[in-house]
């Protein structure tokens, strides 16, 4: 079975972020994610995922002003530069930290966001990623969850990948927003699964714990077990309740956090 990271900027919200790491050990979590980490030195998070024995497997470059609503830099003419200045900041963070694998997002068709700008930029990143050892992802939303977001279908997340044409580019294959903005899901890993270094999953229509809702988790498990993927699985779901009663969606699911047989 896949092995899951806690999305930290999700679950555990009702404890600091800095105690979000130990309880996400605490229930069975090998691997972490995080949104953005640039609130905290990164010698802190780095304490955090050492004292615990966590893996931090992805994060986000910096996206722009979100409060501003901004979504990304990387489709944005004219922000090349502060794009550039933030794939640095996450190098660094991710070569302290050990992460192997960060997101860019995209950008809003308001801001500009267009391909064209996108696909020099991920080149660019990709670039200043290989030496060292990172992948760069790439993730398709759904226009529900970010209303013009320039990335929304996982056709064109397959066209991107091809037209920046390195070997450290991938895709971050959501399952709900594929299912919120295109369905399909389970015939889409069997198309696009080649490409994915790293999954996360939610419950639609809601965005819960994936054990309700719309989707049979048990049976996209198994179909990723089945498949040559051996990466992580992000849990990016906003728990219904709190966060450590909601965990029992694993049990139903068939899976335990860690990847490894369920045996119970």
């Given at each position: 079975m896949p092995r899951f990271a806690a999305n930290l900027s999700f679950l555990f919200t009702e404890l600091p972020f800095?105690?979000?790491?130990?309880?996400?050990a605490e229930a069975g979590f090998e691997g972490v994610e995080i949104l953005f980490p640039y609130d905290w030195p990164a010698s802190e998070v780095s304490a955090a995922l050492k004292a615990n024995d966590l893996t931090l497997v992805l994060f986000n470059i910096w996206p722009g002003d979100w409060a501003a609503g901004e979504r990304g830099l990387a489709g944005i003419p004219g922000r090349e530069a502060d794009f550039e200045e933030r794939v640095a900041q996450a190098l660094r963070y991710a070569d302290e930290l050990g992460c192997l694998r960060l997101h860019a997002m995209a950008g809003l068709a308001e801001h500009g966001a267009n391909f064209e700008t996108y696909y020099a930029n991920l080149s660019r990143a990709a670039r200043m990623a290989a030496s060292h050892g990172i992948d760069i992802l790439i993730e398709p939303i759904n226009s529900r969850d970010i209303p013009g977001y320039l990335l929304n279908r996982t056709e064109d997340a397959r066209t991107t990948i091809e037209a920046v044409g390195v070997s450290n580019i991938g895709l971050q294959f959501d399952l709900y927003h594929r299912h919120i903005e295109q369905g399909g899901v389970e015939n889409a890993i069997m198309e696009f699964g080649y490409l994915a270094r790293h999954y996360q999953v939610a419950g639609?229509?809601?965005?819960?714990?994936?054990?309700a809702g719309d989707l049979d988790?048990?049976?996209?498990?198994?179909?990723?077990?089945?498949?040559?993927?051996?990466?992580?699985?992000?849990?990016?779901?906003?728990?219904?309740?709190?966060?450590k009663e909601g965990l029992m969606w694993a049990q139903r699911c068939g899976v335990r956090f860690d990847g490894k047989p369920n045996t119970a």
């Open positions: 800095l105690d979000r790491f130990a309880a996400a639609p229509p809601d965005r819960g714990e994936p054990d988790y048990a049976a996209i498990f198994n179909l990723l077990d089945a498949s040559d993927f051996r990466g992580w699985v992000g849990c990016e779901y906003r728990p219904r309740a709190a966060t």
